[in-house]
């Protein structure tokens, strides 16, 4: 591995020693190239990926999951998935999520103000009835899973929602769910560079 590799290890992300996650670890070839196109096309590579660098597989589980749900095919915008993600992970009150896609928001939406307010709120947050009635669905399946029904599906469909969208909605709502707490377990950290994105 490159100096330069070595150099973008050089603090660590989560309270864990796995080896590879930002405390100088040695990460595989395949995860060094996966890195560089990151820093090619971010400017960085998200500390989440570091967390995840000391195997592989979890690494690519991870992005696959991450990459097919927030930028694959759906009905629901880039933007509308990352309100989701920060619906969720407002409720979990999880720092890098927060803090990773209210810039997202921010950027997608191309106003920092609605990047600060889903962070805080949604529900003060300019939104149009369709998005409310997602967030309002995926903060419901965050906090009180075992009370979603039938009338609830409804809710979305009567929104505008397919089916289709509603397994989407849920996926990503799922997905900030684990994603929330292995990162709250781990302490993970955000890169500092999202602090200052987008506004």
């Known amino acids: 591995m490159t100096g330069d590799m070595t150099a973008k290890f050089d603090t660590r992300v989560t309270a864990l020693d796995l080896g590879a996650d930002g405390g100088g670890g040695e990460v ?19 500390n989440v990926l570091k967390a995840y660098a000391f195997d592989d597989v979890k690494l690519r589980a991870f992005t696959d999951m991450y990459n097919d ?22 409720v979990n ?29 949604y529900r003060v947050a300019d939104l149009t009835p369709k998005q409310r009635a997602m967030l309002d669905f995926a903060v419901k399946l965050t906090e009180k899973p075992a009370e979603i029904v039938e009338a609830d599906r409804q809710v979305l469909r009567d929104a505008g929602f397919s089916d289709r969208d509603i397994w989407d909605i849920a996926s990503v709502t799922g997905f900030f769910n684990m994603s929330n707490r292995v990162a709250a377990a781990t302490d993970m950290r955000p890169n500092e560079e999202y602090h200052g994105m987008a506004r």
């Open 28 to 46: 595989s070839e395949a995860t060094a190239r996966y890195f560089d196109k990151c820093e090619e096309k971010l400017g960085l590579v998200p």
């Open 93 to 121: 009150h999880c720092f890098y999520c927060l803090t990773a896609h209210g810039a997202a928001v921010r950027q997608y939406s191309g106003d920092p103000k609605l990047g600060e307010l889903m962070v805080m709120n």
């Open 69 to 90: 749900l927030m930028l694959g095919a759906s009905s629901l915008s880039k933007l509308e998935r990352e309100m989701i993600a920060v619906a969720v992970s407002s």
